[in-house]
């Protein structure tokens, strides 16, 4: 395989390439390769980088729990207190969280860029996500999608067909901003069966790294079967916006 550097080309072995441990090099490599086998072997690495890391967490895992079974064996009457206090604790999450469901609204509340740059909430009655588009919004839309699905192939867990599914459980969010921020957080651990988690990282890491405003709300995802495509669009658009303000991106047309 040859990789193509500033001071020309480099010839690279499978091998060699698998000894890369570094995503952002990685990740480089596959947006600036242009061979299709070069690209696909890139890809292969990056996936089973990604693989390794959440084996080597998983293991971490099961040591930590290991460690915490030997200690409660040991120590039964601290054991029995700690899970005293655990479904003490579940107990009065649950009452939170359903005093939380009860009066939070049930719509999305976007929020907007206000002319000093800050962000806040849009007027609901008078602006909820967009229903009208541009002549060429479809065109654009395929494109954005396109963009998002090449960007997360390597990621395992994220298979991005749509602007509404596939985004569910927050996992293609965190892949998209793992992306362009690879040490921002630790992909290999995240758990698509918490969704609210993963859309708070997301944002936020967009928010404070990409200056990508919050206009997704994580509460109001996780009440509604699947998010609004309009929405997810809307915030996607915002994100691409923020990447190419900030150099990540480099293109000629923006979606």
Not at 112 to 138: L, V
Request: hydrophobic share 30%.
């Amino acid at each position: 395989m040859e990789s193509k550097t500033d001071g020309g080309s480099t010839s690279l072995t499978s091998e060699e390439l698998a000894a890369i441990d570094d995503e952002e090099v990685l990740n480089k490599m596959l947006d600036s390769a242009a061979d299709f086998e070069e690209r696909r072997m890139i890809r292969a690495v990056l996936r089973d980088l990604l693989k390794k890391k959440r084996e080597k967490r998983e293991q971490e895992r099961g040591s930590r729990k290991e460690d915490l079974r030997q200690q409660g064996l040991s120590k039964g009457t601290t054991s029995r207190g700690a899970v005293s206090v655990g479904r003490a604790s579940m107990n009065q999450q649950q009452t939170t969280a359903k005093v939380s469901s009860q009066t939070s609204p049930s719509t999305f509340t976007p929020t907007t860029r206000t002319a000093g740059g800050s962000t806040s909430p849009s007027a609901a009655s008078a602006q909820q996500c967009p229903s009208t588009a541009a002549p060429n919004a479809k065109n654009v839309k395929q494109m954005l999608l396109d963009w998002c699905r090449a960007k997360t192939e390597p990621y395992e867990g994220v298979d991005i067909q749509n602007f509404s599914s596939s985004w569910k459980d927050g996992i293609a969010f965190c892949a998209l901003v793992h992306r362009f921020f690879p040490d921002a957080f630790e992909y290999s651990i995240l758990n698509p069966n918490k969704p609210r988690e993963n859309f708070v990282l997301a944002f936020s890491t967009a928010e404070r790294l990409a200056g990508c405003p919050p206009l997704l709300d994580a509460d109001d995802l996780v009440r509604m079967k699947e998010p609004d495509w309009k929405c997810v669009y809307t915030y996607i658009q915002e994100f691409y916006r923020s990447l190419v303000e900030k150099g990540l991106v480099k293109t000629k047309k923006r979606p």
